[in-house]
Every structure is written in C-alpha cells, then in structure tokens.
C-alpha cells in the first residue's frame, strides 16, 4: 500500500472523528444555554454567555455572576489542537501526493475488444455509480455535520471525493473507452466526480416540494450523457 493510501485511509477517518469528539465535547449548537446550565447544574439558564471555538477547541460558560464554567480543559484542548494539526497534515500530504501521483501513460489497446458490449457495461455501472454515489455523497455529509458540525462537513466532502475518484477511475479503467491510458482514466472519473458533487450540492439545498429522490435521478442521468460524450469523443479520435 502506497504512503499516500496509508494517510489517506488513516487521515480522513481520524479527521471524522476528531470532529464527532470536539462536537460532543461543545455545547449543543442548538441550545448551548441550556446545554452550559444543565452540565453546571443550574436551574436556569437565563443570563449565560457562551464561548466557544473549533479551533483551537475551546468551550466556556459565563454565568454572568462572576462563575465561568470551563467544558473543555485547557489539557484537552491542547491535545485537541495538537491532534488536529496532525491530523490535517497527514491529509493534505496524502491529497498531495495522491494528486502528483506519477500515471502510467502505456496505452490500452481495443484490441480483442468488444467495444459495444464494454460501453454497454460502462453505461449502465454509470447510472448506478451515479444515483448511489450522489445518494451516498449526501448521506455521508449530513452524518457529517449532525455529528460533526463544519468540520465533520469537510472530512465528510474530502472522503467523498477520494472515495468517489477511486471508484469512478477503477469505473473506467474497466469498461471505459479504448484506447486508454491510466491517466486519461483518471482525468475522465476525476470529471464524473465532479458531476457528482454538482449534483449533490443540488440535494443539499431544501427543493420542497420536490423530492430528494429527483436529485438522484439527475445525477444518474447526467452521468450516464457524460460516459456516452466520453465514448463519443474517444471514437471519433
């Protein structure tokens, strides 16, 4: 397994839960008042101030009567930090080498081939590939920001598009058109995933009464054209 898998297999699974733990350990973003009074042991919440950051993680109630209540100790939130730092490199390292990452350029022949039962193939995992992964993008990013609020938004969209990336250049490196090289794989999944995260983005926002499920269709659809367009483009050259 090459380093840059190792940090991001490792990276982007401590980033998700490195933002579960800063969010369970600050106040609750919908009542934080009451949230600070409850964990005080206060009847009321009237009159309490809360402060509170990401980064570095950090969480105080002022009562507003001279008592402040610390949620995270200064011990946890230079542990936090110090995590959280690590953490962050490790990923941008892994994004790093995995976007340099050197691609053989020996082309695939279509030798031997049947190209119309291969694009078949590619078309129909497209739409799948299509309506799951948007599906899975959408999902993946409301468990993120539920139970890690922003931060667990960006590990949440950065899983999405390394995992979506993958499987959409293993997608096409299997049944995508030929002649190919492993680059040219990789630069036709890196743009489906993209129309991916267009399509997601779409679900993201509240399209009442129109339901979710039409969001998926869309992406299926528009990924099912750009695979025909691809194969369109690779015929005529």
């Given at each position: 397994?090459?380093?840059?898998?190792?940090?991001?297999?490792?990276?982007?699974?401590?980033?998700?839960?490195?933002?579960?733990?800063?969010?369970?350990?600050?106040?609750?973003?919908?009542?934080?008042?009451?949230?600070?009074?409850?964990?005080?042991?206060?009847?009321?919440?009237?009159?309490?101030?809360?402060?509170?950051?990401?980064?570095?993680?950090?969480?105080?109630?002022?009562?507003?009567?001279g008592q402040v209540h610390e949620l995270i100790s200064t011990t946890q939130s230079a542990v936090l930090t110090v995590l959280g730092v690590l953490i962050a490199?490790?990923?941008?390292?892994?994004?790093?080498?995995?976007?340099?990452?050197?691609?053989?350029?020996?082309?695939?022949?279509?030798?031997?081939?049947?190209?119309?039962?291969?694009?078949?193939?590619?078309?129909?995992?497209?739409?799948?590939?299509?309506?799951?992964?948007?599906?899975?993008?959408?999902?993946?990013?409301?468990?993120?920001?539920?139970?890690?609020?922003?931060?667990?938004?960006?590990?949440?969209?950065?899983?999405?598009?390394?995992?979506?990336?993958?499987?959409?250049?293993?997608?096409?490196?299997?049944?995508?058109?030929?002649?190919?090289?492993?680059?040219?794989?990789?630069?036709?999944?890196?743009?489906?995933?993209?129309?991916?995260?267009?399509?997601?983005?779409?679900?993201?926002?509240?399209?009442?009464?129109?339901?979710?499920?039409?969001?998926?269709?869309?992406?299926?659809?528009?990924?099912?054209?750009?695979?025909?367009?691809q194969w369109s483009i690779k015929t005529e050259a």
């Amino acid at each position: 397994m090459r380093t840059r898998n190792w940090l991001l297999a490792l990276g982007l699974p401590a980033s998700m839960a490195w933002s579960v733990v800063v969010t369970a350990a600050l106040p609750d973003w919908l009542s934080p008042a009451e949230d600070c009074a409850l964990t005080a042991g206060r009847a009321s919440s009237a009159g309490v101030t809360v402060h509170d950051s990401w980064f570095p993680p950090r969480a105080t109630c002022d009562f507003g009567d001279g008592q402040v209540h610390e949620l995270i100790s200064t011990t946890q939130s230079a542990v936090l930090t110090v995590l959280g730092v690590l953490i962050a490199l490790a990923v941008l390292a892994g994004l790093a080498l995995w976007v340099k990452s050197p691609q053989d350029e020996t082309p695939r022949t279509a030798e031997n081939v049947d190209l119309r039962q291969r694009r078949r193939a590619h078309l129909t995992s497209g739409l799948v590939v299509g309506a799951l992964g948007t599906g899975a993008l959408l999902t993946l990013v409301v468990v993120g920001f539920v139970f890690g609020g922003p931060p667990g938004v960006v590990s949440a969209v950065l899983i999405g598009i390394v995992g979506l990336t993958a499987a959409t250049t293993a997608l096409d490196r299997s049944v995508g058109p030929l002649p190919s090289t492993r680059k040219q794989s990789r630069r036709r999944g890196a743009t489906l995933t993209a129309l991916i995260l267009v399509c997601a983005s779409i679900g993201a926002v509240p399209r009442f009464p129109v339901p979710q499920f039409g969001v998926l269709v869309l992406a299926a659809a528009l990924f099912g054209a750009t695979v025909l367009i691809q194969w369109s483009i690779k015929t005529e050259a």
